[in-house]
């Protein structure tokens, strides 16, 4: 049973970079797409983009610019890092493992962090 | 992008009731439709994918019908810990994109 947990600060200054990083415990990362996707009263579930274990990557366009995800299977960790934030990236991080069946469905997830920029 | 519509955004319902919550997307997406439940402080949580295939260790009154652009999540008597919100997805094409939820209340 895979687990994901996340982690990363949670405060952040507008034009500062958002950092956060995720464990996967109890998984192979091959088969799999590893991602970031993020909640907000105002826009609810957003995804932000995925990475493979080979390091393939896929953003969401108008996010590309700002974002950066690496993925480290010799550690069994993937990471995200969002630049110039603003009070707009205000929200709940997730992590969360992509499974490449059929539907390529979110199977698990991590506890989410609350992130807010704020002066 | 593909545009997810859910409907409704919330219901009341009691125990035991049949409750169905449907997703209309602005485009065909095949089968590429998943099912999220998610409750308060918590992660969504995968009930079904492929529109209607049964996530593991998913209780049996939860199903899932449909193909194209409409699709349908059904939950056959719903129990208390049914109450939650509910969200579909899709990953036919990037960005991946999710509807806006069908929060399930208690009458």
């Known amino acids: 049973q895979v687990q994901l947990q996340q982690w990363g600060a949670g405060l952040l200054k507008p034009s500062e970079t958002l950092s956060l990083t995720c464990d996967v415990y109890?998984?192979?990362?091959?088969?799999?797409?590893w991602g970031w996707i993020r909640q907000s009263p105002g826009t609810g579930l957003e995804w932000i983009g995925e990475?493979?274990?080979?390091?393939?990557?896929n953003y969401k366009s108008s996010l590309r610019s700002r974002v950066t995800m690496s993925i480290d299977t010799s550690k069994s960790q993937f990471s995200l890092k969002l630049t110039s934030v603003t009070a707009a990236d205000t929200a709940i991080y997730f992590c969360?493992?992509?499974?490449?069946?059929?539907?390529?469905?979110?199977?698990?997830w991590g506890q989410g962090t609350l992130v807010t920029v704020s002066p | 992008d593909i545009q997810m519509t859910q409907s409704p955004s919330s219901l009341s319902a009691s125990i035991g009731d049949r409750v169905t919550i449907t997703c209309r997307t602005s485009?065909?997406?095949?089968?590429?439709l998943n099912w999220y439940q998610q409750k308060p402080g918590k992660a969504p949580n995968l009930l079904i994918y492929a529109a209607s295939s049964l996530q593991s260790g998913v209780p049996s009154r939860f199903s899932g019908s449909g193909s194209g652009t409409d699709f349908t999540l059904t939950i056959s008597s719903l129990q208390p810990e049914d109450f939650a919100t509910y969200y579909c997805q899709q990953s036919y094409r990037s960005p991946r994109t999710f509807g806006h939820g069908t929060k399930v209340e208690i009458k």
């Open positions: 990475i493979n274990h080979s390091g393939s990557t």
């Open positions: 969360a493992r992509n499974k490449i069946t059929l539907g390529r469905p979110w199977d698990s």
């Open positions: 485009q065909s997406i095949d089968t590429y």
């Open positions: 109890g998984g192979s990362f091959s088969g799999y797409y």
